[in-house]
């Protein structure tokens, strides 16, 4: 697969629906994830403005994010979110395909396990537990194997 960049690519219109997002407790510290992300598709430009809206009051605003292509048809380079942009980049070696990063302009990065919108309510809601839990130390595509969730991992494919 390889990712598309849509530089033309807008932000659909209408309300931006409520995220679904798990973090590590305030003061704990992270494990090896800093919690979970469970978006409602595989498109970026509707799914990122939620996130950082969530983010960006506790977090500083979201600058930039970066993912692994195994997950978003297009990855757009930027996307509007209220009052400013988010730069979008990818990384199909070097990033774990069922995770996401998030910079924020504090500076903060977060690394998120991306639970797979087609995820049920129940696996996702143990996923969203585990990743934000202090004590894992799994990156996330061990995470949703373990939990028998299909995975982004461009091995899963063999």
Known sequence: MTATSDPTASRPPGPEPPVRLSLTPEGATPGRLDGA?????HDLLSELPPLAAALD???????RVTVNPRHWPVIPRRVPVAGHVIHV????????ADEVVVCSFIPLR????VIPPEAEASAAERLMTAASDPANTRPGTDLLTAEGVPTADPRADG
């Open 37 to 41: 992300w469970w978006p409602r598709s």
């Open 57 to 63: 009051p506790k977090w500083g605003k979201i600058t």
């Open 89 to 96: 980049g990818w990384f199909e070696e070097e990033q774990d």
């Open 110 to 113: 977060l690394e998120l396990l």
